[in-house]
């Protein structure tokens, strides 16, 4: 498994590169303020965010003005079989960037499933649960 400082992990005979660039381009908007639109278009229509989505990111950015998710590993699962998405479970660090200058980095992991949306036909996230390790975060 090759890796570059910015790319996400996958297994080396992990071949769907749409998917490879529609998680790359969801945390790339997932980092960036401001951007809760853009980042909530990566969900399904009922997508779940476990909390309501937009909402949920616009509190997490009036506490901290700057964040960068590195998603160290995904391990891709088999297609779920009662709802036939895809799963994936994903390892990284996020660093919180707090208003005073300090920043705080923390472990986070996630359990999350794609499914093509029914009106563009495009990957979504269905289901996303994320776990802060010690995120000294105020939601």
Known sequence: MVHHKGEL???DNYTDTAIKKF?????ESSNTPNAHEET?????ENGVFCIEILALRERMWDSVPGREHRAHRIFPFQTNKETKNEEFMVYGTVTYKH???AHKDTGWGGR???AKDHKSGQQKIAILHCF???ALVKL
């Open 9 to 11: 992990q996958f297994p």
């Open 132 to 134: 802060l390790v010690s």
């Open 23 to 27: 998680l790359k381009d969801y945390f």
């Open 112 to 114: 999350m499933e794609l």
């Open 99 to 101: 208003h005073d200058g």
């Open 40 to 44: 909530g278009s990566y969900f399904t």
